[in-house]
């Protein structure tokens, strides 16, 4: 026995020596596997890639733990398996993160610095993020290919994007036009509709009429925005507005001239304030679709900078809060003003800014995703390929079964989506302009006069074809070497990017190669603090994987966030629970020690050996039966129950039973029971190592590199040996 085991388990020294061993081998790459790990079926991943914001927390680790468990499991039953690592430019966050530091340190705007010094800037600090996130994944254990590794804004990346936006638009589904979008004030910025927050607040209800010459009473949370009025709509079943649709009023609202036409429309809710509703197209997407439909025109009455454009001159000019408390004052005045009700309102909020969402009407590139074309010689739509990627014949399978419900509901609400934004960090829109002209190309026209869009794309678009762009499409060769990796096998994110992320990518793969990106989605939830709360700076509950890791070993880590954790379900952790596990890896350590000292040097372990004693027949049993139920749920993706099953085994089986059985046994027996006891010990061991292994492969390839065990091959290295069947 190796004096090693004469001591504690000690991670600090040996994590890092064991990433070594594990990196020099090349068995991350699935080109270098040994032979027999190349036979099966192939497998792969992709990681969903970090934002290069920030360091990693308890929920990108819990995602980690979950995906490398996948990997090493995939890897140990013969899988020719690949696990492609990235992160992610996240555009609007990046940039924010790196002007906010600059006018703190600086004192200027990104204006003062132009657009080529911004981007070196945000360069250098993405790069130094990206350095630091590698190292936190390497500290988790994880066996990714790093010779894959991508960027979203790598130049690989970028002529994918390109390659896409250009066959989208040559096919009309990109398409640039005038809509009312989400328009950030604070990031001067579009942003998606999912890329929207909602904050409860207590708010007034206000109900009034636009002036004493029009018969109708409206309700509304925002009376400065009645000045972009153009219509007021009633529900066509509404018998109390039956006599007034078609009527049209002129008035002057808060010193602006308004021209209102009332209208039936069957989006109105009779029962929500007066059951009529003031149109405001230019300031809300609902009324936006509303007024195409009655071919209503549009009036905007607040800019880029949430300030007001018209009215009189207690309100031109006026921020949007300071405007509302002066048409409230101007409704008093005239008498016009019928009640005020305090009301809870939810208000949206930019993601990534905080800044409040003011709804402006922009000339910005949208992805139609209602658009009709041509594919197999049926019209379908993007939105159609989405739902049949979902629930058609070769379906995607969704884990936990209850998120696709959530998927198909988002679907069928989903509007065309704004891909534009007005920052600068990011994957350029690929479009010219000279004139009256407009020249979508992979690059940009020859000739004088032609100006690139100002703009850049959602990070969503380059991210959405992140399972086939890190294979190497658009480069037909390099595809094709990748082909049997794509669609990946599975793909594990949190649920709470079902909408930003995963159902993007399968719009995408979908579009472009008419194939899902994936076999299987499996959702994760939140990791919350011991006390069930949501981890966020205000509580000052958030627990840092590496300072956790550091103290008590990666393997403590990741079964803390594995054991009785369930798919899509949130979970608790704190110090108390990781450090359970670490007095477990001590435990299988200690376990280790015993038996190779009671079993003695002298003992060659014997794989096909048979003569078991009447005892070790009932444990051997009891093992196989074991090695099955986990490797059916392994399959089935129930890690949660595998990682328990392990522990009661090892722990109340094996340390708390057999082992004091077999003090006695090797003390007492004949020699036949301690021959067979020596053989189901090194069994028992070696099995119960091995199927550990995708949950804590530190201690356990430490451990194997000295157990007795008769398929010593591949430099020894348990990474890549038979999953115990």
Not at 697 to 723: F, G, Q
């Amino acid at each position: 026995m190796n004096d090693k085991f004469l001591k504690p388990y000690d991670p600090k020294t040996t994590e890092d020596r064991i990433y070594a061993l594990w990196e020099e081998s090349g068995f991350f790459n699935p080109d270098k596997l040994p032979e027999r790990n190349q036979k099966g079926e192939p497998f792969s991943i992709v990681l969903p890639p970090p934002n290069v914001t920030g360091v990693l927390h308890m929920g990108s680790a819990l995602m980690l733990a979950i995906e490398d468990i996948m990997v090493r499991y995939a890897r140990m039953k013969g899988k020719k398996t690949v696990w492609i690592p990235g992160t992610d430019h996240a555009a609007i966050a990046t940039q924010a993160v790196v002007e906010k530091d600059i006018q703190k340190k600086e004192g200027k705007s990104r204006h003062d610095l132009g657009r080529e010094e911004l981007l070196k800037r945000i360069d250098v600090f993405a790069q130094q993020s990206r350095d630091t996130i590698v190292k936190q994944m390497r500290k988790m254990g994880c066996s990714i290919d790093w010779s894959r590794e991508a960027f979203t804004l790598d130049e690989a990346r970028n002529f994918a994007v390109r390659t896409a936006f250009k066959k989208m638009y040559d096919d009309g589904l990109i398409y640039r036009g005038n809509r009312v979008v989400n328009w950030d004030p604070k990031g001067q910025t579009t942003i998606s509709d999912d890329e929207i927050e909602y904050e409860t607040r207590k708010t007034k209800l206000y109900t009034f009429k636009y002036s004493k010459d029009i018969p109708i009473s409206i309700s509304t949370t925002r009376p400065e925005t009645k000045l972009g009025d153009t219509a007021i709509a009633v529900h066509p079943d509404d018998a109390r507005y039956a006599h007034y649709v078609g009527k049209e009023y002129d008035a002057v609202f808060a010193g602006e001239p308004i021209h209102l036409k009332v209208i039936a429309d069957r989006s109105v809710e009779p029962e929500f304030g007066t059951g009529a509703l003031g149109v405001t197209p230019a300031h809300s997407s609902i009324d936006w679709e509303m007024a195409q439909r009655h071919v209503l025109p549009l009036k905007q009455v607040i800019n880029e900078y949430a300030k007001m454009t018209a009215g009189s001159d207690a309100i031109k000019g006026k921020k949007v809060a300071e405007a509302r408390e002066a048409v409230v004052a101007w409704l008093k005045e005239q008498g016009l003003l019928e009640k005020e009700e305090d009301i809870e309102h939810n208000i949206s909020i930019a993601q990534r800014t905080g800044g409040v969402i003011e709804p402006l009407p922009k000339l910005q590139w949208f992805v139609g995703v209602n658009t009709e074309f041509e594919r197999d010689g049926k019209t379908t739509t993007l939105k159609t390929l989405m739902k049949e990627a979902v629930a058609g014949s070769s379906a995607i399978q969704v884990i936990p079964e209850r998120f696709e419900k959530v998927y198909f509901h988002w679907i069928e609400n989903l509007r065309d989506w704004c891909i534009s934004r007005q920052i600068w960090y990011g994957h350029r829109v690929p479009v010219w302009y000279k004139g009256a002209e407009l020249y979508c190309g992979m690059e940009a026209p020859k000739g004088e006069g032609w100006t690139q869009d100002e703009d850049t794309l959602d990070t969503w678009f380059s991210s959405g074809l992140w399972t086939f762009s890190t294979l190497g499409w658009p480069d037909e060769a390099e595809f094709k070497k990748n082909r049997a990796y794509h669609p990946t096998t599975i793909l594990e994110t949190g649920s709470d990017i079902l909408f930003f992320w995963v159902a993007r990518m399968i719009l995408m793969s979908t579009y472009l190669l008419n194939e899902a990106p994936f076999k299987t989605v499996y959702l994760h939830g939140l990791v919350r603090d011991a006390q069930g709360r949501k981890i966020s700076k205000s509580l000052g509950n958030n627990i840092d994987p590496l300072d956790m890791i550091a103290k008590y070993g990666a393997d403590a880590v990741r079964m803390s966030l594995i054991v009785g954790v369930g798919p899509g379900n949130d979970s608790k952790v704190g110090e108390d629970k990781i450090k359970a596990y670490k007095l477990f890896a001590n435990k299988v350590w200690n376990m280790t020690r015993f038996i190779l000292t009671a079993v003695g040097e002298d003992v060659t372990y014997d794989p096909t050996f048979t003569a078991w004693s009447s005892a070790d027949a009932v444990h051997i049993q009891r093992l196989n039966e074991l090695l099955n139920e986990i490797t059916k749920e392994m399959d089935e993706f129930k890690f949660y129950l595998v990682s328990e099953k392990l522990y009661a085994y090892a722990w109340h089986e094996v340390a708390d039973v057999i082992l004091e059985e077999s003090k006695k046994i090797l003390a007492e027996g004949s020699p036949e029971e301690i021959v067979s006891r020596k053989q189901f010990l090194l069994q028992c061991l070696i099995r119960m190592i091995a199927a550990l292994h995708p949950f804590m492969p530190y201690v356990t390839e430490e451990i194997w590199a000295d157990l007795p065990h008769s398929n010593k091959s591949d430099k020894s290295l348990l990474m890549v040996e038979k999953w115990p069947v």
